[in-house]
């Protein structure tokens, strides 16, 4: 992997600001965009900014070719049988909130969760508790937030209704990914279906939903170099067939009367209404960009990062790393709790590391507030990597995390 050729494919690490280039190490949030997404979007904008779906017209017919292409470019990166599997959303959190809305549950069903999910897979269960009497059931972690897998298979084997287990595959928490392929075949022994919450794994690891045998994947194209507001929900064929759609009205349909109305098959079924046709075109052009750089390189350049990142950080008073402590099961994700003598929390470590050198990390409970409240801790730091992050601005981070806390110790 040549870094420093990639770094010249983001525009915006070529901005300075306050003089300085930027560190950034927010990507578990949001990635930066490279030239060639941002190009793909411009000549849709540029040369065809029209409607796909229903037009003759030759503009409507080159849109329609390259969503087309997208969706099948999205189908081979997650090794879908059919690009029909492959259905656009606008982020992670609605693919989720359409499974829990649309899937066919029954008052007593019983949905499992992890203790460290993203408000987005936390709160759509809960609500369900409410409309359709369903039945959330949380599953605890190991003390070292690992999975505890003998736990799992025992509450499984005690629940006779479990319909469908929920998880974060790579938590935005710790960079800790779960053992997700024991999870389906246990979960799929005891009669239950298995969603994975890809939002932290798709961008930074090989995935192949077939190979796992998961039934429906959800993850974020703003979180891997793609264009904002734009995601995926995978599932199987046939309960993609099954279940109900979420928003419903033009393009759903074949036909309509007074009545009712003649739904079309998965994906059109799932995508109403005119959509972001630049998004799903950009999609594409940021699936190609990973692949040519190739997702297991990436991986282990994040784990390189995060052990110059890790190595430095357990040596200073205060902070404590949540997680595992071995770098190679966080990926590339660095997060850590802020207890210093004299004050100053994470909040303050954050903004100090961005007023003075341009430094990008997010503070805060990262939208996993359930699991910060359930051990009474408040926040934390976090910096996550990219394939466009150097050694160099590790290494600079450490030192002027150090000088930071150090003025607080
Ligand atoms: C693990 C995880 N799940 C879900 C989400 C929600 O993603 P989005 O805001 O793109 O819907 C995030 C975002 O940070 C995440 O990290």
Request: charged residues 25%; contains cysteine; aromatic residues 8%.
């Amino acid at each position: 992997m040549d870094i420093q050729k990639i770094r010249h494919d983001f525009p915006a690490l070529a901005k300075k600001w306050n003089g300085k280039y930027p560190i950034y190490f927010d990507n578990a949030c949001m990635t930066l965009k490279p030239v060639q997404v941002i190009n793909a979007m411009n000549e849709y904008y540029n040369e065809y900014p029209v409607c796909g779906g229903r037009s003759l017209h030759r503009m409507a017919k080159k849109v329609d070719e390259n969503v087309t292409r997208s969706r099948e470019k999205l189908q081979k990166f997650l090794g879908a049988s059919r690009p029909e599997e492959i259905i656009f959303t606008r982020n992670t959190t609605e693919g989720l909130n359409l499974v829990a809305n649309c899937f066919d549950f029954k008052k007593g069903d019983m949905v499992l969760t992890s203790d460290r999910e993203h408000n987005s897979n936390l709160i759509p269960w809960q609500v369900q508790v409410r409309k359709k009497g369903i039945r959330h059931v949380i599953v605890h972690s190991n003390p070292d937030n690992t999975f505890d897998i003998a736990g799992f298979e025992d509450l499984l084997s005690k629940s006779k209704n479990v319909r469908l287990v929920s998880m974060v595959h790579t938590s935005n928490l710790d960079g800790y990914t779960i053992p997700a392929k024991d999870i389906i075949r246990i979960a799929h022994d005891h009669g239950a279906l298995v969603m994975l919450d890809g939002a932290q794994s798709a961008p930074h690891k090989p995935m192949d939903v077939r190979e796992i045998d998961v039934d429906f994947f959800v993850l974020s194209v703003h979180k891997m170099l793609g264009p904002t507001g734009m995601g995926v929900l995978y599932g199987k064929y046939h309960l993609l067939e099954e279940i109900a759609p979420f928003i419903v009205g033009g393009d759903t349909v074949s036909d309509t009367t007074f009545e009712g109305a003649k739904f079309l098959p998965p994906p059109e079924k799932f995508e109403a209404g005119l959509q972001n046709y630049a998004g799903m075109i950009g999609c594409g052009a940021a699936v190609d960009y990973l692949n040519r750089t190739g997702l297991s390189n990436i991986e282990k350049h994040e784990e390189n990062l995060n052990r110059i990142i890790t190595s430095g950080i357990k040596d200073f008073p205060g902070l404590k790393i949540i997680g595992p402590h071995d770098p190679h099961m966080r990926g590339g994700i660095i997060s850590f709790t802020v207890d210093l003598k004299k004050g100053g929390d994470a909040h303050d470590i954050a903004i100090i590391l961005d007023e003075t050198e341009n430094i990008a990390v997010r503070s805060g409970a990262f939208c996993v507030h359930s699991w910060f409240n359930y051990r009474k801790c408040e926040a934390a730091v976090r910096a996550s990597l990219y394939l466009y992050n150097t050694e160099d601005e590790a290494r600079k981070f450490i030192d002027v995390l150090g000088k930071t806390i150090g003025l607080f110790n």
